[in-house]
């Protein structure tokens, strides 16, 4: 399944990764707000989880320069375009990118690291992952105590009127992503049964949520 899964999201990604930051712009909102809250403690270590073309890890790098950053993603095309990105805004010494599966982190075996992560980053990927709730306990699990989780994505398209609603379902369609509002309610869940701290903000009238999660210390 595993093999299956990272073919898929190299035959999406061949062509598609040459235009993705252009036509993703227009309607993956959210993104530069988790950016700009972020603030990563000096020295922080961070892992994006789906992290396409290093778009996000190379914007966190110049607006944080004392912090460390990991990306992984199912597309091995994608992460040649990610990894020319990087080079070429020559942050190749504090940006590291691995092809992984979600639920397959591990700071040791993925990136040789001693400790946990401080922050993980989700954006806009649990959407296109059909086991998320496996990927979001593992992004949990690869938290240090206190460490921080920031989801971007899609929220309810239900909230939305119409005229919104239906042309943004049949395009996300063609993309294999499925907006999944119970990523809150499991967070919510969590956070009541473990002592998490939870802040859910609600983007755009319902189209996109940014959610923010503490792990208990």
Known sequence: MAADATAAMDRMYRHQRHVY???????LFGRDRLIRQLAPPHGAHICEIGCGTARNLIALARRYPAIRLYGIDASAEMLKTAD???????????IETRRCLADQLDPTRSFAL???FDGVICSYSLSMIPSWRDALDRALAVLKPGGRLDIVDFWNAASLPAWVRRPLSAWLAL???????????????LAAAQGG??????????????ITYWKAG
Not at 84 to 94: F, H, K, N, P
């Open 84 to 94: 020319v990105a990087i080079a070429r805004a020559g942050l190749g010494t504090r």
């Open 21 to 27: 930051d252009l036509t993703r712009k227009f309607y």
């Open 114 to 116: 001693a400790e946990k």
């Open 197 to 210: 701290h939870l802040v859910i903000a609600r983007l755009l009238g319902g189209y996109a949520f940014h």
């Open 175 to 189: 993309f294999d992503v499925t907006p999944r509002p119970e990523i809150a309610d499991r967070l919510r869940a």
